[in-house]
């Protein structure tokens, strides 16, 4: 399968506990995306990365949340000291630079429940 | 800020009829407008419109952009029970940022 990954699918914790998930993105995809999915809601932008430069971060992403993508290619997402308030499905998206326009591929994304 | 909103929120119909969903997106900078089917997981991608490609097709599944009304529809022919998901509509701006704005989904329930 060529499409996006996404690792664990799901992750259960507890308050306080941190925790981290991987994206592997389209294997020719420089732009890699996390987005954010409570119920009920369409999915939230947090931060996007071009090759591995973050250039943008929402106003979501609270200084507990940190992204990397150390080489270009995979990414992490962690977040510190977790809240019932992130529990939600972190969605993973890449996409190939192009001309004007570009399209977004989701993974399947990782449902995490905070207790 | 930029703004999505879809209508309805749900729906529900019986295999073979027909439907429409809305989309209406107000963005600085329009550069396109996409569609994607939601089941039990990721989305997947079904159209993108842009301001030289404002009608698309596949099979059963067509979608229309109206620039002037700021809208798009994505219509549904002879509705199966396989279509039943979330049906979200996203914009992309040319801000300067390549972040999809989403709306909040129009949930379709195919009844046999």
């Known amino acids: 399968d060529t499409g996006v990954s996404q690792d664990p699918r799901h992750k259960i914790t507890k308050r306080g506990q941190n925790v981290t998930f991987r994206c592997d993105p389209i294997?020719?995809?420089?732009?890699l995306y996390w987005y954010r999915q409570t119920l009920g809601q369409g999915p939230e932008f947090l931060t996007y990365?071009?090759?591995?430069?973050?250039?943008?971060k929402s106003r979501l992403l609270s200084d507990r949340f940190s992204a990397e993508r150390p080489k270009g290619s995979f990414s992490t997402l962690e977040i510190q000291r977790t809240e019932q308030g992130d529990s939600a499905m972190y969605l993973c998206?890449?996409?190939?630079?192009?001309?004007?326009?570009?399209?977004?591929?989701f993974g399947p994304g990782t449902r995490l429940t905070v207790l | 800020e930029d703004k999505v909103v879809q209508s309805p929120l749900s729906l529900v119909v019986h295999e073979g009829d027909t439907v429409t969903l809305n989309c209406s997106y107000e963005?600085?900078?329009?550069?396109?407008l996409l569609w994607y089917k939601q089941e039990k997981k990721a989305p997947t991608f079904l159209f993108m419109l842009?301001?030289?490609?404002i009608e698309k097709k596949s099979g059963r599944l067509s979608s229309i952009l109206d620039k002037k009304e700021l809208s798009s529809i994505l219509n549904i022919t002879a509705t199966q029970t396989g279509d039943s998901a979330i049906y979200l509509c996203?914009?992309?701006?040319?801000?300067?940022?390549?972040?999809?704005?989403f709306g909040t989904g129009t949930r379709l329930k195919v009844l046999a």
């Open positions: 998206a890449s996409s190939s630079q192009g001309k004007g326009t570009d399209t977004q591929y």
């Open positions: 294997s020719e995809h420089n732009r």
């Open positions: 990365f071009q090759n591995e430069a973050q250039l943008e």
């Open positions: 963005v600085t900078n329009f550069r396109s």
């Open positions: 842009t301001s030289s490609g």
């Open positions: 996203a914009e992309d701006s040319t801000s300067g940022t390549y972040k999809y704005i």
